[in-house]
């Protein structure tokens, strides 16, 4: 793992120079506000509601999340590698002595820190409500849990994509069509008849993940779900930079 | 201190480098020569680990580059052809990040740095953005870099491509000056380069090692063909062998006739022998053309030509 904290230091400073990191963030924040600010209203105008319809599982479980999800986590992870390869830097990193391993995680570590930090300021959220009425901070773990892997997951798939083009924009689009791909077949959980339809649909459903995760209902099979989507699209992309010297 | 061991890299069916076997020594300052496309870039990658033989491999500083590539990229510091830098960074971050990269003692760090940019001649730029320096700048950004570590030898790919002639006569005086304790292979197609800074030549053409030696011996090449005649020949002459092999060019003339360039060795002695020769078969000579032995010659003859098939 040795160059690990240099390239992770090299990608941090390179994102959060450049205007990417604070676009983005200037949009995650503005759709999670929004969200925020619909819920907060229309709780305020029910406000005899049990513990587990809460303003924050509404808010986690909302379509907000996946849909800022899948705008922010592809262009996050869109440079990491095809930017290397377009301006040719590959070729001194390569040429340094790091394994192929130190330069995936490191790059990958970059955009995943940077995609959690993007979520601290929603912390303030939760400060709010904890102001007018009773939060459970298990259900806030669980439910920063939740989005915390599924960006997580993201973020891998998006480093591999990168992996595969020279061209930011193809690397986003691939990004965004099968994390897109993945959401639409997760929906198939409320569409399907029982069946290995409904089975497969439910396992990877990203909407089912965050209501689970929102109620505190940490499932170790969504956890072996990202778990898979975070190793294997990294395992894969640590190839392709291995395979790179042997084109 | 390099030791290219059937070095091939091929691409489909198009092959890049053949089998080529060298070696170059500790403190040697070698030139690699060859004309654009000759496979120059290709062999310095494989050496600098950055793309893996197709067969083959080779040592550097013993350290066998295709089973031990992190252990022998340590061993040496890579320029390549285009300087590819991170533009958003400041000319001392990105050597400082280099500097970790490279593993370079935190201790030493700063030291490391600061003679980098000294060798470099980037003393003055070093809180210049990246992306803002000139061509010229950036490539000596990428020598600071491959001095970084000061790794025992420095592969440089055509160090002073987009120099101007000021830039280059510096960047080659460092060289120069490398070389006391460094070992330096450094590519170009320029002539010059090679006879100022160099002490040996690997000339590639087309993928094949056509010559390598001091650049005397390749000079000395060149002697043995330090002067052409111009001859003009009937179509239905028969000629001995001898005269057919010194034969370097040929074109039809109208009449019946042959333009030759027929290469004459020894220097002056064999030019009278030759002239003998000619008169007696009745062929006249045209014109006589003395060329001095310079490595111009040598290199435009040797890289000509179509390399022998493997």
Redesign the interface.
Known sequence: M??F???L??EL??LW??PLAWVLLFVFLGLQGTSFYLLVEHFSKSPDLGLNEGPIQSYFASLFVPVSLLLVCPALSMRVFADERR?????????????ALSVVLGKYCATLFTYWAMWLPTLLYVVILRDSGVVDWGLVGSSYLGVALLGAAYLAVGTLMSALTQSQLVAMLLTTLTLFGLFILGIGERVFDPGPLLDVSSHVSVLGQLEDFSKGVVDSRRLVFDATLIWFPLFLCVRIVDGW??? | MIEARHLTKRYGSHVAVSDLVFTVGAGEVVGFLGPNGAGKSTTLRMLSGYLGPSSGDALIAGINVVDEPLLARQKLGYMPEECPVYPELRVSEYLRFRAELKRVARSRRTSAIGRALELAGLSERQGSIVGHLSKGYRQRLGLADALLSDPPLLILDEPTSGLDPNQIREVRAVIRGLAEQHTVLLSTHILPEVEVTCDRALVIHRGHLVAQGSLEELRSRGAARSAVLVVRVPTELTLPEALKTRRTAKRALDGGYEEWEVAVDNGRDGLAALSEQLWQLGISVAEARLGGARLEEVFLELTRTEPLAS
């Open positions: 040795i160059g904290w240099a390239i230091k090299r400073w390179s120079v450049t301006q040719g830097t590959l070729e001194t990193l390569l040429t340094a002595p790091v394994s010297r042997l084109d």
